[in-house]
C-alpha cells in the first residue's frame, strides 16, 4: 500500500519557521521525485518544490525560492520542506506527493505538477498569523 504521510504544520506567527514531513512507503522511493503543494480553500492546489531521489535535483517554483528549502533523508523514505519567514498568505493546506521521474527536475519540473502526480498524502494544515 503507497502511503505519503505528512507531519509538522501548525500555527505560526508571521516571520517564523516550521519544517514539514513527509514519510512514505509502499514504492520504490528512489525512482521517485517528491513534491511540495498547497492549496486555500477555493483556489487550485499549486506547486511549491520538488526533490528527485534519483539524483537530488531540486525545483522550487517563485513562490518557494529564497525561504523554502526542500530536502530529503533516503535512510528514513523522508522528504522535508523548512518553511523560513512565513507570512499570513502562506495559510494553506500542505500537500506532499510523488510523481515518478526519469530527468533531473531542475531540468525538467513538468512532472511535478498536479496533473502528473502518481500518489498524495492527506494534507497538514499551516497557518500563519499576523
Known amino acids: 500500500e503507497v502511503r505519503l504521510v505528512e507531519s509538522g504544520g501548525g500555527l505560526v506567527q508571521a516571520g517564523g519557521s516550521l519544517r514539514l514531513s513527509c514519510a512514505a512507503s509502499?514504492?520504490?522511493?528512489?525512482?521517485?521525485?517528491i513534491g511540495w503543494f498547497r492549496q486555500v480553500p477555493g483556489k487550485e492546489r499549486e506547486g511549491i518544490s520538488c526533490?528527485?531521489?534519483?539524483?537530488?535535483?531540486?525545483y522550487y517554483t517563485d513562490s518557494a525560492k529564497g525561504r523554502f528549502t526542500i530536502s530529503s533523508d533516503s535512510a528514513k523514505n523522508t522528504v522535508y520542506l523548512q518553511m523560513n519567514s512565513l507570512k499570513p498568505e502562506d495559510t494553506a493546506v500542505y500537500y506532499c506527493?510523488?510523481?515518478?521521474?526519469?530527468?533531473?527536475?531542475?531540468?525538467?519540473?513538468?512532472?511535478?505538477?498536479?496533473?502528473?502526480?502518481?500518489?498524495w498524502g492527506q494534507g497538514t494544515q499551516v497557518t500563519v498569523s499576523s
Open positions: 509502499g514504492f520504490t522511493f528512489d525512482d521517485y521525485a
Open positions: 526533490i528527485s531521489r534519483r539524483d537530488g535535483s531540486t
Open positions: 506527493a510523488a510523481v515518478w521521474v526519469i530527468l533531473p527536475v531542475n531540468k525538467d519540473p513538468r512532472p511535478c505538477t498536479v496533473k502528473n502526480i502518481n500518489y
